[in-house]
T-cell receptor, first 114, second 113 residues
Framework: DAGVIQSPRHEVTEMGQEVTLRCKPISGHDYLFWYRQTMMRGLELLIYFNNNVPIDDSGMPEDRFSAKMPNASFSTLKIQPSEPRDSAVYFC????????????FGPGTRLTVT | AQSVAQPEDQVNVAEGNPLTVKCTYSVSGNPYLFWYVQYPNRGLQFLLKYITGDNLVKGSYGFEAEFNKSQTSFHLKKPSALVSDSALYFCAVRDGRSYIPTFGRGTSLIVHP
């Protein structure tokens, strides 16, 4: 398996623009997670899905952030409009539906908003 | 509620020496404990986990961790450090009812030649 795939790897955009981050989880994994990593705040869970259904989005910072999972093999995280404080590395991770199982992380998308 | 603490922001060790990266946790119920490693510009990579059984867990790249229930700790260890072990290490915990782990802040391990 290719592992969790994220695109783009790097994104530079101007404040106010819309940004869409993409994720393909490992085939067969039932859970999908979106995280944000910054030096100041560490690793933060934004939202997670189970069987394509959003379960907990309490970590989503504002209404400017939205996430979708239209099918088992694809998810998006959208920021609209983007702000400089959104600059971070965004990770997607997936796992099987047993609680003892570990998460598998993608390589991340480094977002810079100028 | 569940929480995890990594008390050291950075650990420095000479190559060939043993290393320890500390982690303590708090959960209600039995803990599921994990260690992940993050190399520069990469995602987190699973190293090892404790679910039940032997308190000493062996994982990838020669790492091991010891579960200590009385001290609520799960320290990561390696008998002989390599320069290539230099990375950011994350401890994570979840209780048996949750699929959502709580991650520590991370510890930067620097192995000097």
């Amino acid at each position: 398996d290719a592992g969790v795939i994220q695109s783009p790897r790097h994104e530079v955009t101007e404040m106010g623009q819309e940004v869409t981050l993409r994720c393909k989880p490992i085939s067969g994994h039932d859970y999908l997670f979106w995280y944000r990593q910054t030096m100041m705040r560490g690793l933060e869970l934004l939202i997670y899905f189970n069987n394509n259904v959003p379960i907990d989005d309490s970590g989503m910072p504002e209404d400017r952030f939205s996430a979708k999972m239209p099918n088992a093999s694809f998810s998006t995280l959208k920021i609209q409009p983007s702000e400089p404080r959104d600059s971070a590395v965004y990770f997607c991770a997936s796992s099987l539906s047993v609680s003892s199982y570990e998460q598998y992380f993608g390589p991340g998308t480094r977002l810079t908003v100028t | 509620a569940q929480s995890v603490a990594q008390p050291e922001d950075q650990v420095n060790v000479a190559e060939g020496n043993p290393l320890t990266v500390k982690c303590t946790y708090s959960v209600s119920g039995n803990p599921y404990l994990f260690w992940y490693v993050q190399y520069p510009n990469r995602g987190l990579q699973f190293l090892l986990k404790y679910i039940t059984g032997d308190n000493l867990v062996k994982g990838s790249y020669g790492f091991e961790a010891e579960f200590n229930k009385s001290q609520t700790s799960f320290h990561l260890k390696k008998p002989s450090a390599l320069v290539s072990d230099s990375a950011l290490y994350f401890c994570a915990v979840r209780d048996g009812r949750s699929y959502i782990p709580t991650f520590g802040r991370g510890t930067s391990l620097i192995v000097h030649p």
